[in-house]
């Protein structure tokens, strides 16, 4: 991992070099009304029943004494039912939280243990959009690592997929994320997830339907899709990628998934002068990679690290360029073309050589087609 595929988004904008996939769950696999409605319906009508039964089990006990410790931290209001330590009391603490849909750690894992129930009994069926099983199937097979990022527990999110409308889909997740690793609103959230997964920020594609937590996810090197799963809706033009099913994203161009050819010997003193032409700019750069774009044109590849604005620049080479030019030349190509400018403005140059001179194309960020620039 990563596997150097060519991926193509439904919006044609490329996805280049992912290697794992994270994926938010309310909204973007899942249809919202589940969890807002049959999920929380189902918690609101068992809690009673449920308490009074495992009043003595650890982990509920263990529960109860969160909600205990949450209690006595609310600040006083008319509606707040007072603690008591008994069923009743403590459903009554519960269902005053869900009525106003707190996000209380207690009360996630209360509810995540009655619904592993009503997924045990068959109660429960875990809602995923048709389009998920297959893409989940497809990603995995074509080498990559599927994670989730939620705010509900751990052990909500593996029961949902466990027990899904579709079967058992857990056993194409790597790895679970709630909101003990960090809040979804904050970048340093998905720096660790990328750490805990061992893969760069920039080689992983983050789907959700809100916006903010993306640019979370962007400002941590990440690349983004925003998931609309309501077809008549058309989000204005906005920094991330918009599609509307997985159905064809990061589907590779042929079948089967062909894997780049390995990446070509490169001088090193060329490989030196281009790291240090982009570090001058203030550019981190990630070591060389090689792509292949089209039938026998390969690209050297050197992109940033993390973005301080989001966006990821990179510069790719013409392989023939680097055979051709020594080190002193590339640069001085470099210089000449004004290519940090573009880079600056477009994220994404390459440079071809065509005859004795050579090509500048760009990336404009809306069309995802190279335009050529002579
Ligand atoms: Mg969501």
């Known amino acids: ?99 106003l849909d707190r996000k209380s750690t207690g009360l996630k894992s209360l509810q995540g243990k009655i619904w592993d129930e009503g997924y045990r009994s068959g109660e429960l069926k875990g809602e995923v959009y048709p389009d998920v099983p297959p893409a989940l199937e497809r990603w995995r097979n074509q080498g990559l690592g599927i994670a989730i990022f939620s705010s509900g527990s751990v052990q909500a999110q593996r029961s949902l997929f466990e027990n899904s409308n579709a079967g058992d889909l857990s056993q194409f997740l790597r790895a679970y994320f709630d909101t003990t690793t960090g809040p979804k609103k904050e970048a340093r959230s998905y720096a660790r997830i990328a750490q805990e997964l061992r893969c760069r920020p920039a080689q992983m594609l983050f789907i959700s339907d809100v916006p903010v937590e993306l640019d979370a996810a962007r400002k941590a090197g990440m690349q983004t899709a925003l998931c609309v799963r309501s077809p008549a809706v058309a989000p204005s033009d906005g920094p991330h990628q918009v599609i509307h099913s997985f159905d064809r994203l990061l589907s590779p161009k042929s079948s089967p998934p062909e894997v780049s050819p390995p990446m070509p010997p490169i001088p090193p003193e060329a490989d030196a002068a281009v790291s240090a032409w982009m570090r001058g700019r203030g550019w981190q750069v990630n070591p060389v990679r090689w792509q292949t774009e089209e039938p026998n044109m390969g690209f050297y590849v050197w992109q940033e690290e993390v973005s301080s604005i989001g966006k990821v620049h990179a510069l790719w080479l013409d392989e023939a360029m680097i055979r051709h030019l020594k080190a002193k030349e590339l640069v001085q190509v470099l210089e000449r073309e004004s290519v940090a400018e573009e880079i600056r403005i477009n994220y994404k140059v390459r440079i071809e050589e065509r005859g004795a001179g050579y090509r500048v194309s760009v990336v404009p960020r809306k069309s995802g087609a190279f335009r050529g620039v002579e």
Not at 20 to 39: C, K, M, R, S, W
Not at 76 to 84: A, F, G, I, N, Y
């Open 1 to 99: 991992m990563p596997r150097s595929l060519i991926h193509s988004a439904p919006t044609g904008v490329e996805l280049s070099h992912i290697g794992a996939v994270l994926l938010d769950i309310e909204g973007t696999t899942t249809p919202i009304d589940f969890v807002h409605q049959t999920l929380f319906d189902y918690a609101r009508s068992r809690v009673p029943g449920f308490l009074k039964r495992k009043w003595d089990d650890p982990e509920v006990r263990g529960d109860i004494a969160r909600l205990n410790a949450e209690h006595v931290s609310e600040s006083p209001e008319p509606s707040l039912p007072p603690w008591r330590d008994n069923p009743g009391g403590v459903t009554a603490y519960v269902q005053w939280l869900m009525q």
